[in-house]
């Protein structure tokens, strides 16, 4: 193994070097420590020879006599054979040399260094090659006013001398090394296959592998600690991936039932995740079939989106009691409303919502052209009530008939109001609360002929007929009332709009598993092509004066067409080729 080799290798070359300097270091000082010691015992006996010289010469009174020669019996008593033994005079000049017969011949020795330093300290001492016997000698010079007394010895205290004299201390400090070498091998050895077993652990953790069961010899000490910790560290890490993973699952599938469109993006405008219904909508409102989320931020309807990410990308978003910073406005593109909401988060990311608001959006504007409607309608009469009255009221002396006749006119507006307000709660009963009208299975035949019973004086008056084939077999599931209410709005606009003479004709012409499909008709004289198609709007009339002359409303045809579509049936109008109006509606079976 190349890891195990390496940090093995790595340690033991450290150590290995450590401590071979450590044991060069003692052994230098050792053998540093020696030669001073041999240097020193070579000085004082090399001091001692000299002393016996000294005293020899006084004793024998040699400089006097001038007989050097004599000191070649001094030669046996020295204590090592090859001392050499030298006298000098002041001036430098050889009187005596052991080792040398004709002292004549030898040059100056006044330069010699040893006897430099003997000539301003006493002694002096110097190590150099002999030119005589090429060896190394110890030269040991002395000063005795008169000469100067120089010795030497051959100078050996090197590294094999040392070896074989400290021969002890050498094998202990080998030992020592072999001793350090093998622990170390040793140590390194089990440490690298610890860490290996450590490795290989944190290597199957690494890749999902089972780890609480692996059999590793890891035991009671730091690094079974450390795979304790591993094994918790992962466990826990597993356990939050888990739930993570599950978490993250739920919300995509919640993201994806959404009728939101949502998409979240890292603060570098990265998608992080969308459902389809962003894709979808952002496709709508670019109007070029993009894929990926990501090109919002290239839709000029998103632009203000981009400048807002792009103001707060250096603000600090910090206080989360206080709300994060959002925007949201509305897109319209066509016949369609989008809103769209953008929220930063504390991380700097945010997330993009879009929704379809058309529906409400449309509902909204309905109902606000709705209620300035209403209240125009309410005020038509409201306030011709308020100017009978106000006439009857200002004008002294009116006669009774007078003021009977007006009284007459504000009651007749005020069955208008009546009527009026009828009608608007019945379509916002149809509207808002569909649900709360009871629906059951319904013979056609008696509520229609029941419509014509009730209008029967107001057809007579106008000379109209009529013709009604349906049979008592058709039965619809439906509300009895609201199907009152179709046929009477019907039957009262061809009395009101179609003229006299006319014939209105009532007819079941089809059916299927589902519906019933039904036609009415009059003979009248229609209504101009311009005006069919907003014919079911609220408060629409054709002729304004002639409506409210009739005291209609503008709401019948409305209720008409609410209440087919309660009835899950469908309704449509044209005029007939031969003329007349012609409505052709479905109500579902029971
Ligand atoms: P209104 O209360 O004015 O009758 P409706 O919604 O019932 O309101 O009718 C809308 C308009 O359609 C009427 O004002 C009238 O001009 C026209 N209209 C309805 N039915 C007929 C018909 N049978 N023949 C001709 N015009 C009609």
New binding site residues.
């Given amino acids: 193994m190349i890891v195990q080799h390496t940090f093995r290798r790595r340690i033991f070359i450290n150590f290995f070097v450590v401590f071979s300097l450590f044991t060069l270091v003692v052994l230098a000082y050792q053998h540093d420590r020696e030669k001073s010691y041999r240097t020193g015992q070579l000085e004082n006996t090399l001091d001692n020879i000299s002393e016996i010289t000294h005293r020899y010469i006084e004793y024998k009174k040699i400089f006097e006599s001038g007989d050097f020669k004599s000191l070649d019996s001094l030669k046996t008593l020295l204590p090592i054979a090859e001392t050499r033994l030298t006298v000098i005079d002041m001036s430098g000049k050889v009187v005596y040399d052991s080792f040398v017969a004709d002292v004549n011949t030898m040059e100056n020795h006044l330069q010699r260094p040893e006897v430099q330093k003997a000539l301003y300290s006493e002694k002096g001492s110097s190590i150099r090659l002999s030119a005589t016997t090429n060896q190394k000698f110890y030269y040991y010079a002395k000063n005795y006013k008169n000469y100067f007394v120089r010795t030497a010895d051959v100078y050996n205290v090197d590294i094999v001398k040392f070896l074989n004299t400290g021969r002890i201390f050498f094998v202990f400090i080998v030992f020592l090394f072999l001793l350090m070498w093998s622990m170390l091998h040793y140590t390194t050895r089990r440490l690298s296959d610890f860490i290996t077993n450590l490795k290989d652990f944190a290597l199957k953790a690494g890749q999902n592998e089972d780890i609480s069961r692996m059999n590793s010899n890891f035991q009671d000490n730091e690094l079974g600690v450390i795979r304790r910790q591993i094994i918790q560290i992962y466990d826990k890490l597993k356990t939050t991936k888990d739930e993570l993973a599950s978490d993250r699952e739920k919300l995509y599938g919640h993201l994806q039932v959404l009728k939101e469109g949502i998409s979240i993006f890292s603060p570098e405008k990265r998608k992080i995740l969308a459902n389809s219904h962003f894709i979808q909508f952002i496709n709508m409102i670019s109007e070029k079939s993009t894929i990926s989320a990501e090109h919002i931020f290239a839709i000029p309807e998103f632009g203000k989106v981009v400048e807002f990410i792009d103001q707060n990308k250096g603000k600090e978003i910090q206080n989360q009691n206080k709300e994060l910073p959002q925007i949201e406005y509305t897109i319209e593109k066509g016949e369609k409303y989008f809103h769209v909401r953008c929220i930063i988060f504390l991380d700097k990311s945010f997330e993009v919502l879009i929704s379809d608001v058309t529906r409400p959006e449309k509902q909204r504007l309905l109902k606000q052209q709705l209620t300035s409607n209403i209240a125009h309608e309410l005020k038509t009469p409201l306030s011709s009530i308020k100017g009978y009255l106000e006439t009857i009221l200002n004008s002294e002396n009116i006669p009774a008939i007078k003021q009977k006749y007006f009284l007459q006119k504000a009651f007749v507006q005020s069955e208008r109001l009546t009527d009026l307000l009828n009608?608007i709660s019945l379509l916002n009963n149809i509207e808002d609360a569909g649900g709360l009208f009871e629906f059951k299975p319904l013979m056609m035949r008696p509520v229609i002929n029941d419509v014509f019973e009730n209008l029967k004086s107001r057809l007579t008056d106008k000379i109209m007929s009529f013709s009604i084939d349906v049979d008592n077999d058709v039965v619809v599931n439906g509300n009895e009332s609201l199907l009152f209410s179709v046929f009477q709005?019907?039957v009262?606009?061809?009395i009101?709009?179609?003229g006299n003479n006319t014939t209105i004709s009532i007819r079941k012409y089809l059916e299927d598993d589902k519906y019933y499909y039904f036609q009415y008709s009059?003979t009248?004289?229609?209504?101009s092509e311009e005006?069919l198609p907003r014919?079911?709007?609220?408060?629409?009339?054709?002729?304004?004066g002639?409506?409210?002359e009739?005291?209609?409303?503008?709401?019948?045809?409305?209720?008409?067409k609410n209440a087919v579509l309660l009835h899950k049936g469908e309704i449509s109008v044209r005029n007939k080729p031969e003329g007349?109006?012609e409505f052709l509606f479905s109500l579902s079976k029971k």
């Fill in positions: 009608d709005n019907l009262e606009n061809s009101n709009y179609s009059d009248g004289a229609g209504i005006h014919i079911f709007e609220r408060f629409y009339r054709v002729d304004y002639r409506s409210r009739n005291g209609g409303t503008g709401l019948g045809l409305s209720i008409v007349g109006l």
